[in-house]
Nanobody
């Protein structure tokens, strides 16, 4: 079975950086869209960024543009989210997800368990 496992979350000071990783096991998700979602307390799940198999970024949340960079290493079957200049409002559980169709809504075929990112002031 396909499994997505996030790592790299934790506590960081505002202005700091984190890099999240999403390792895919089971099989390589060739031709799949992949993305990062997040959900903060009291808020709906939102798409942070998506990237297709061809490494084209399909979407980046406006509030993280210029600060977050999504990338994927297809050979290693791993998705990344480089987060710079983190803000307290970035605090959320971050989920890795994959879908054989373009990710345009906060839904996906495969989901990771999530990793907590907490940004302190």
């Amino acid at each position: 079975q396909v499994q997505l496992v996030e790592s790299g979350g934790g506590l960081v000071q505002a202005g700091g950086s984190l890099r999240l990783s999403c390792a895919v096991s089971g099989r390589a998700l060739r031709s799949y869209d992949m993305g990062w979602f997040r959900q903060a307390p009291g808020k709906e799940r939102e798409i942070v960024a998506t990237i297709n198999w061809s490494l084209d970024s399909a979407y980046v949340l406006d509030t993280v543009k210029g600060r977050f960079t999504i990338s994927r290493d297809n050979a290693r079957n791993t998705l990344y989210l480089q987060m710079n200049n983190l803000k307290t409002e970035d605090t959320a559980v971050y989920y890795c997800a994959a879908d054989r169709q373009s990710i345009r809504r906060p839904v996906a075929l495969y989901w990771g368990q999530g990793t907590q990112v907490t940004v302190s002031s």
